[in-house]
């Protein structure tokens, strides 16, 4: 009989609309490589060398307010600018040029803000009360609802992520975040819209809302549950602690979420 838990097949992620390779009799293998010896966590509560802490000043000159709750402030480090000229290509009519086949390109404009969960330097975000993380839910929603507003910038996205931990590439263990927002939509979300808009076409449901109601019936991934939010480990996982949190009511955006709603996701996270 076919056993999940020791034989090798592949998973549909419908959100991709793509395969994962799942190979769980692998866990099984001897490990003589890598072992990660857990870091000791000794910072302050008040770094004078962050950049980031309340009074300091930042390596590009300005200087931070003496904030007591979430902070955010333009990046001064931005991913992508909003103040460049438009790019126009060389490319020329009827070029069958391998370059004109191969080589692509498109100027991206935007803006960048990081966003300090804490004015204390040795926090991490789940270590934080719901009540300080639930300003910074607020915080989230008021920058999208902020940038929505302003029809003198190009954005059709809003991107808020926390880079954690220098393997993951934070430069500063400052408990803080950043908001990418584009004139463009990223590759990956554009085609999860896509394979979403795709779904609802089939089988007139929502993709996001049919996989919850899914995921409560079986209950054997969600991690933790409240009113309105679930966290469960997705059934198309690419790695072992991979979690995802998705709200039991259909939202469009965070501009949707009432106050119970914030607080529960604050009490999620």
């Given at each position: 009989?076919?056993?999940?838990?020791?034989?090798?097949?592949?998973r549909?992620?419908?959100?991709?609309?793509?395969?994962?390779?799942?190979?769980?009799?692998?866990?099984?293998?001897?490990?003589?490589?890598?072992?990660?010896?857990?870091?000791?966590?000794?910072?302050?509560?008040?770094?004078?060398?962050?950049?980031?802490?309340?009074?300091?000043?930042?390596?590009?000159?300005?200087v931070?307010?003496?904030?007591?709750?979430?902070?955010?402030?333009?990046?001064?480090?931005?991913?992508?600018?909003?103040d460049?000229?438009?790019?126009?290509?060389?490319?020329?009519?009827?070029?069958?040029?391998?370059?004109?086949?191969?080589?692509?390109?498109?100027?991206?404009?935007?803006?960048?803000?990081?966003?300090?969960?804490?004015?204390?330097?040795?926090?991490?975000?789940?270590?934080?009360?719901?009540?300080?993380?639930?300003?910074?839910?607020?915080?989230?929603?008021?920058?999208?609802?902020?940038?929505?507003?302003?029809?003198?910038?190009?954005?059709?996205?809003?991107?808020?992520?926390?880079?954690?931990?220098?393997?993951?590439?934070?430069?500063?263990?400052?408990?803080?975040?950043?908001?990418?927002?584009?004139?463009?939509?990223?590759?990956?979300?554009?085609?999860?819209?896509?394979?979403?808009?795709?779904?609802?076409?089939?089988?007139?449901?929502?993709?996001?809302?049919?996989y919850?109601?899914?995921?409560?019936?079986?209950?054997?991934?969600?991690?933790?549950?409240?009113?309105?939010?679930?966290?469960?480990?997705?059934?198309?996982?690419?790695?072992?602690?991979?979690?995802?949190?998705?709200?039991?009511?259909?939202?469009?955006?965070?501009?949707?979420?009432?106050t119970?709603?914030?607080?529960?996701l604050?009490?999620?996270?």
């Amino acid at each position: 009989m076919f056993d999940f838990t020791d034989h090798s097949h592949r998973r549909y992620n419908p959100l991709s609309n793509s395969w994962v390779l799942v190979s769980p009799h692998r866990a099984k293998r001897p490990w003589l490589g890598q072992k990660e010896d857990v870091p000791k966590d000794d910072r302050p509560e008040y770094d004078p060398k962050c950049y980031l802490c309340p009074r300091n000043q930042r390596a590009t000159g300005p200087v931070n307010p003496d904030y007591q709750t979430t902070f955010v402030f333009p990046n001064d480090y931005s991913a992508v600018k909003l103040d460049q000229p438009d790019y126009h290509s060389e490319e020329k009519d009827n070029d069958d040029s391998l370059e004109s086949r191969l080589f692509h390109t498109q100027g991206v404009k935007g803006q960048c803000f990081v966003i300090c969960f804490s004015p204390k330097h040795n926090l991490t975000l789940p270590q934080m009360d719901i009540e300080a993380i639930e300003k910074v839910v607020n915080i989230w929603q008021q920058l999208y609802v902020d940038l929505q507003k302003d029809s003198s910038k190009p954005f059709k996205y809003v991107q808020i992520f926390e880079n954690k931990g220098s393997a993951m590439g934070c430069s500063n263990p400052h408990p803080h975040g950043q908001a990418w927002c584009l004139d463009t939509v990223p590759t990956e979300v554009d085609h999860e819209l896509l394979n979403m808009s795709n779904y609802r076409k089939t089988h007139n449901s929502h993709l996001l809302g049919d996989y919850v109601q899914l995921e409560l019936q079986k209950r054997e991934r969600i991690v933790v549950e409240n009113d309105s939010f679930i966290a469960v480990v997705p059934y198309w996982a690419v790695w072992p602690f991979e979690t995802m949190i998705v709200s039991k009511e259909h939202l469009t955006s965070i501009k949707k979420f009432n106050t119970k709603q914030k607080k529960d996701l604050a009490d999620i996270i």
